[in-house]
T-cell receptor, first 113, second 121 residues
Framework: AQSVSQHNHHVILSEAASLELGCNYSYGGTVNLFWYVQYPGQHLQLLLKYFSGDPLVKGIKGFEAEFIKSKFSFNLRKPSVQWSDTAEYFC???????????FGSGTRLQVQP | EAGVAQSPRYKIIEKRQSVAFWCNPI?????LYWYQQILGQGPKLLIQ????????DSQLPKDRFSAERLKGVDSTLKIQPAKLEDSAVYLC???????????????????FGPGTRLTVL
């Protein structure tokens, strides 16, 4: 069975600080990787995804993530956060051939103006 | 484009009572999912439908939970009887198709509804 670990449960940053959220997964086969974001009072929405090819993927709002296969990691980064990035961020995986997602426990990001 | 609709948004019941949640996916989306999100955790899949057939219900507690999607569109999730540990947000999501039918590495994004927050007292 696959599992996802997010090591940071709550992160507090000041505006313009750099962000890196950790995500590690456990699965023996090929996976697709995702980051979802949930802004306060809003639905879960897709931030970015990785299937294959260039391990550095870019998503919406200046976010990017790097897939490091040897470390089973898919960390989310943003060079300079804004107050509007305050949200909960979820890493998720699905095994190739399956549609359902396995989510990590989430990281709550609070950006102070 | 209308999103995934869910109702009710909030529900408070006492343990041992029954409750039902409703989901209307995005028009044309063949795949529908129900996830349970307990406070402090990520969403966990309960059941996945492809049209009106069940694809995966391995994590559904079948002694108390049931779900149906009779006409391949709307879906209902029922809990009977509810337990205290069922307090959670129940999320419905939909997507266009499953990878088995499209093949390759294509992925159809899952779109999530606002969820139903259930409190069991």
């Amino acid at each position: 069975a696959q599992s996802v670990s997010q090591h940071n449960h709550h992160v507090i940053l000041s505006e313009a600080a750099s962000l890196e959220l950790g995500c590690n997964y456990s699965y023996g086969g090929t996976v697709n990787l995702f980051w979802y974001v949930q802004y306060p009072g809003q639905h879960l929405q897709l931030l970015l995804k990785y299937f294959s090819g260039d391990p550095l993927v870019k998503g919406i709002k200046g976010f990017e993530a790097e897939f490091i296969k040897s470390k089973f990691s898919f960390n989310l980064r943003k060079p300079s956060v804004q107050w509007s990035d305050t949200a909960e961020y979820f890493c998720a995986v699905n095994a190739r051939g399956r549609r359902a997602l396995t989510f990590g426990s989430g990281t709550r990001l609070q950006v102070q103006p | 484009e209308a999103g995934v609709a869910q109702s009710p948004r909030y529900k408070i019941i006492e343990k041992r009572q029954s409750v039902a949640f409703w989901c209307n996916p995005i028009s044309g989306h063949a795949t529908l999912y129900w996830y349970q999100q307990i406070l402090g955790q990520g969403p966990k899949l309960l059941i996945q439908f492809q049209n009106n057939g069940v694809v995966d219900d391995s994590q559904l507690p079948k002694d108390r939970f049931s779900a149906e999607r009779l006409k391949g569109v709307d879906s209902t999730l029922k809990i009977q009887p509810a337990k205290l540990e069922d307090s959670a947000v129940y999320l419905c999501a939909s997507s266009l198709s499953t990878p088995g039918t499209s093949g390759g590495e294509s992925y159809n994004e899952q779109f999530f509804g606002p969820g139903t927050r259930l409190t069991v007292l």
